[in-house]
């Protein structure tokens, strides 16, 4: 009886006692450990960016579109307009584009009113397709036109410009472009442009792409437009110059006299 009047009440000795004190010495360790971030699976780090991607490219599409049908409905009153000024001498009286041999005329002969081939050529196949109908060239016109400002939007953005979408739409109802788009002739600037913009864009991605680039491998943006119009503009390789012409395209892509 007096061995157990000696004990305190209330406290525990032996094997019991030395395992709670392990278990809260281990509670307490692991409460210090920092926090370990959630690692998301492989597959559904996939799918989340697979869905990132086809989101951007919608998004994409959609202000691509609407810029090609904001062009279109500006330049509403093409659609169905008449031949003007030397459309006549280029087209209607212009026999290239009739003789069985008019093809190699336009790329070989000086008899041509001015040489153009890519023109002409065009105008020869438009010719075989809806023959003097004006509307269909009037509105190749217009196309043309209308993905000079989608590669316009894409080259903005491309160079990292801020409101690149709202400077293309500018670009695409500014007067100074009309006479390339509503005047047939005046093909070589609506068909020079697509070719320019879309080399720069080429070049421009072939650029972020190159990490490391010595100053003689450095490349020029291809002439594409040469064809078309009869000369070129060459892009090198300085952000100021590349801006420059993307900003300010050369006077004969816009038509500007």
């Not at 009037?138 to 491309?158: D, E, G, K, T, Y």
């Not at 047939?184 to 600037?189: L, T």
């Amino acid at each position: 009886m007096k061995r157990h009047r000696d004990r305190q009440p209330g406290k525990r000795t032996g094997p019991l006692t030395q395992g709670s004190a392990r278990s809260e010495a281990a509670s307490a360790a692991d409460s210090r450990q920092p926090d370990q971030p959630t690692t998301i699976p492989a597959p559904l780090r996939a799918s989340l960016a697979g869905s990132s991607r086809s989101a951007t490219w919608l998004r994409g599409l959609l202000l691509g579109l609407l810029l090609v049908g904001g062009t279109i409905i500006a330049y509403h009153p093409v659609w169905h307009a008449g031949f003007v000024f030397d459309d006549d001498i280029h087209i209607r009286q212009n026999r290239m584009l009739f003789d069985p041999d008019g093809l190699k005329q336009i790329w070989t002969s000086l008899e041509s009113p001015q040489y153009y081939p890519m023109v002409f050529t065009s105008f020869r196949l438009e010719q075989a397709l809806w023959g003097l109908s004006p509307s269909g060239y009037h509105w190749i016109n217009l196309l043309l036109h209308a993905a000079s400002v989608v590669l316009v939007w894409r080259v903005l953005r491309r160079l990292g410009l801020p409101g690149a979408w709202l400077a293309a739409a500018i670009f695409a109802v500014h007067p100074v472009n009309v006479e390339s788009v509503a005047w047939i002739s005046e093909r070589k600037n609506a068909l020079s442009m697509p070719f320019y913009l879309l080399s720069l864009l080429l070049y421009l991605r072939f650029d972020d792409q190159s990490e490391v680039q010595s100053p003689k491998s450095k490349v020029q943006s291809p002439k594409s437009g040469v064809w078309s119009r009869g000369s070129g503009v060459r892009t090198k390789n300085h952000g100021s110059r590349i801006t420059h012409h993307a900003l300010f395209p050369p006077h004969f892509s816009i038509g500007c006299p």
